[in-house]
């Protein structure tokens, strides 16, 4: 017990000194500033080469999106996710150790070119990914949790953070496992996470993208607002459930782009009933499953 409740005091200091270095201290290795210049550069694209000309610079909701984007990739940690996530990792190890178990590590992968390394982890992650944002849409539980992504009623890239925290926690746990076996190195996710948080703002931005003959790899802006439409084909729970390609959803049949829908409306059933607040959103949850 004692190697847990030191693991977790290592954790909040150690990822305070980081936020603060983070902050302080711009580097090319500096994930706070790669998110802020991220950020401006595709807002900058949306302010001089706008899709729905009508919407506002400051759309609705932008300051809170704005708020989510921020506690997500970095209070959020500093309140919980580091802590817990360390503990995870240690009482996994424990587990292991358990059966005689050592190393999980069952490629190494540090032998491979560096450009197979970044490509099978890349394509893993994603489609991992895609599986649980299908998960995410199709079990009742999970959608309650995801309906706060699912309330931007005006897109703009800052949407693309808008989600709870708890998405976190699932992502990341089915993640961990089948990567860690793999044996990737925290520069690779790195890398990887720059180039998926980039095209993830260009997905929800005011913007008009299709890649050409390449948005049947990679997903784009006509394509990711289908995924927000209020109305859904019938029978479905969700469609172009790709996060950075969308190729899964070409090879297992949920694409679905009937026109460019640049002014679909966007959100879901019962959308007037949602909350409005940030602490209200992420509370919600918890509340209609006490109810």
């Not at 506690?71 to 587990?95: G, Q």
């Not at 076996?181 to 913007?207: E, P």
């Not at 993208?209 to 006509?222: A, H, W």
Request: net charge negative; proline share 4%.
């Amino acid at each position: 017990m004692e190697k847990y409740i030191k693991i977790v005091q290592d954790a909040y200091f150690g990822y305070f000194d980081y936020l603060k270095n983070e902050i302080l201290y711009p580097s090319w290795t500096n994930y706070f500033w790669w998110l802020v210049g991220l950020s401006l550069a595709v807002w900058l694209l949306e302010i001089f080469f706008p899709w729905r000309e009508k919407q506002a610079i400051l759309r609705k909701d932008f300051w809170l999106d704005g708020f989510y984007m921020f506690f997500n990739f970095f209070l959020f940690s500093l309140v919980a996710y580091n802590a817990i996530s360390n503990i995870a990792v240690e009482a996994f190890n424990d587990l292991l150790g358990l059966f005689g178990l050592e190393n999980m590590v069952s490629l190494h992968v540090d032998t491979w070119p560096t450009w197979a390394q970044f490509l099978l982890l890349f394509v893993l992650a994603d489609f991992i990914q895609w599986n649980v944002h299908r998960a995410l849409h199709k079990y009742p539980a999970l959608w309650e949790f995801h309906k706060v992504h699912h309330s931007v009623e005006e897109m703009g890239f800052a949407a693309h953070l808008r989600f709870h925290w708890m998405e976190t926690i699932i992502y990341k746990t089915v993640q961990y496992i089948p990567l860690a076996m793999i044996g990737f190195g925290l520069i690779d996710f790195f890398i990887v996470h720059i180039f998926t948080t980039a095209i993830g703002h260009l997905n929800h931005a005011n913007l008009r993208i299709t890649y050409g003959p390449l948005k049947y790899i990679f997903n784009n802006p006509i394509m990711h607002i289908w995924h927000h439409a209020k109305k859904l084909p019938e029978g479905s729970k969700g469609v172009n459930y790709g996060l950075t390609l969308s190729i899964w959803d070409y090879l297992f049949g949920t694409a679905y782009i009937p026109n460019e829908g640049k002014n679909e409306p966007l959100g879901f059933d019962g959308m007037e009933d949602f909350p409005k607040t940030f602490w209200s959103q992420i509370s919600y949850p918890f509340i209609q499953k006490k109810k």
